[in-house]
């Protein structure tokens, strides 16, 4: 069994290949490591292996996790579907959150953000499929959405976030999701980031201009659920 260093390296070195392929370098990209599902000691196992960026999607595990690592200087970010009540915990520890997705979140995270000294991070999930089960604001919706986050003196618009959809299409959805990112940035030339890509497709997500892998198992192995 390979162990968590080899994983990394492997995950890595895969990486700056593709990204070599596309003519980019490797500050282009931030690498998550998502650590779900995982005790705050493969954290620190991994800060000492240079690991800076990680990424968790329920507040009662990643609160009580990133208190237990506090004397670490970590970014976390928050990527999975965030309840409105939950905001004022996330913000006290996250960096970015990656699944802005409705109006009542949005409201709950301007409330929180409104007397920040630095805005904080966020993207907003758009919804790839017809499931609306997925997450994400649809299509139709984005702009105007992304006009009010962009708006909220706290929050800052880097980008887009999305999942490709699970019937085997990636290629299909990265595409339109950088479709999307091109449009939104002639509303907002600064929020150029992309956070796509996981385990079993981030080489691809990189080919369509991803500049945020969100990457758990292919790295930190199988989870203790």
Request: charged share 25%.
């Amino acid at each position: 069994m390979s162990s968590l260093e080899e994983r990394l390296s492997g995950i890595d070195a895969r990486i700056s290949a593709r990204l070599e392929a596309n003519g980019r370098s490797s500050d282009s990209l931030t690498r998550i490591v998502v650590s779900k599902f995982h005790p705050a000691s493969m954290v620190r196992d991994l800060y000492a292996l240079g690991v800076r960026d990680f990424g968790e999607n329920r507040d009662q595990e990643a609160s009580a996790k990133a208190l237990e690592v506090k004397d670490l200087e970590l970014n976390w970010h928050f990527i999975g579907q965030l309840q409105s009540n939950k905001v004022k915990s996330v913000v006290s520890y996250a960096s970015a959150i990656h699944s802005v997705d409705r109006g009542s979140l949005l409201d709950a995270l301007i409330k929180q953000t409104v007397e920040r000294r630095t805005a904080l991070d966020v993207f907003v999930q758009v919804n790839l499929t017809d499931d609306p089960a997925r997450g994400g604001v649809n299509e139709g919706e984005l702009l105007g959405f992304a006009d009010k986050v962009a708006a909220a003196p706290g929050l800052r618009l880097l980008g887009l976030m999305a999942v490709a959809s699970l019937d085997g299409e990636e290629e299909r959805d990265f595409g339109r999701l950088a479709e999307l990112s091109a449009q939104l940035q002639t509303h907002h030339p600064a929020a150029t980031y992309l956070s796509a890509g996981m385990s079993n497709d981030f080489e691809l997500a990189i080919d369509y201009g991803a500049t945020h892998l969100r990457i758990g198992t292919a790295i930190t192995g199988n989870r203790a659920y």
